[in-house]
């Protein structure tokens, strides 16, 4: 079976510190993968998302970037994190072609203080 | 670029009401999906429409599917407790691109 593993659950870290999110997918190829933020009691907006290694498309321009260094692995990053990069965030995988549905890891929350 | 609506942001109902969400695309979808978060959990996935009209039925929640493919619904009939949450639409566009656009949520809470 699949699972999705996402960490760590949480994270507080000074305003221009580093950021490493990973993301790792198992029981299946050449997934499709997401990173989605929710601020507080808001909506999830798409962030970044990969069809191939190497392969990122950016959603939003912002203070973050993504990387695919292998098929199942999905990382987050950013060089100098602000205040407003605080949240949840949730990496999800998918299966190529079909949209019947996306896998949620258990999600990441950030607070940058 | 795509942006996808639901209203009402908030819902507040009587234990036993019924319950609707509404979800609103800009651009034609090739599909759309349902998905439930749990407070301080990740969405999980509830259901899929494909076709135009579709409607699909899960128990007590009943979906539909626009004819127009641009817009759906998510109605509960007599919520329970285990309703509350935040529910989500998320759809795929007709570019090919695999991306997946998530709804702004309706948050569901059950006054006992």
């Known amino acids: 079976s699949q699972t999705i593993h996402q960490w760590p659950a949480t994270l507080v870290q000074p305003v221009g510190s580093p950021l490493s999110l990973e993301c790792t997918v198992e029981?299946?190829?050449?997934?499709?993968l997401y990173w989605y933020r929710q601020a507080a009691g808001r909506g999830l907006q798409l962030l970044f998302y990969?069809?191939?290694?190497?392969?990122i498309s950016s959603e939003v321009p912002q203070n973050l970037s993504a990387s695919r260094p292998q098929d199942r692995q999905f990382i987050l990053s950013s060089k100098k994190l602000l205040l407003s990069d605080s949240g949840f965030y949730l990496c999800?995988?998918?299966?190529?072609?079909?949209?019947?549905?996306?896998?949620f890891g258990q999600g990441t929350r950030l607070t940058v203080v | 670029g795509q942006q996808v609506m639901q209203i009402p942001q908030y819902q507040h109902v009587q234990e036993g009401e019924d319950f609707t969400t509404y979800c609103n695309s800009s651009?034609?979808?090739?599909?759309i999906q349902w998905y439930k978060q749990r407070p301080g959990g990740h969405p999980v996935f509830l259901i899929q429409?494909?076709?135009?009209?579709e409607v699909k039925k899960q128990k007590r929640l009943t979906f539909q599917f626009g004819e127009a493919k641009k817009n759906s619904s998510l109605h509960i009939t007599a919520t329970q407790t285990t309703d509350v949450g935040t529910y989500f639409c998320?759809?795929?566009?007709?570019?090919?691109?695999?991306?997946?656009?998530f709804g702004t949520g309706t948050r569901l809470t059950i006054i006992p």
């Open positions: 999800a995988w998918a299966r190529q072609g079909d949209f019947t549905e996306a896998f």
């Open positions: 029981g299946t190829s050449n997934p499709n």
């Open positions: 990969s069809v191939g290694i190497g392969q």
């Open positions: 651009t034609t979808l090739s599909n």
């Open positions: 429409l494909v076709k135009s009209g």
């Open positions: 998320a759809g795929g566009d007709n570019f090919g691109n695999e991306k997946l656009t």
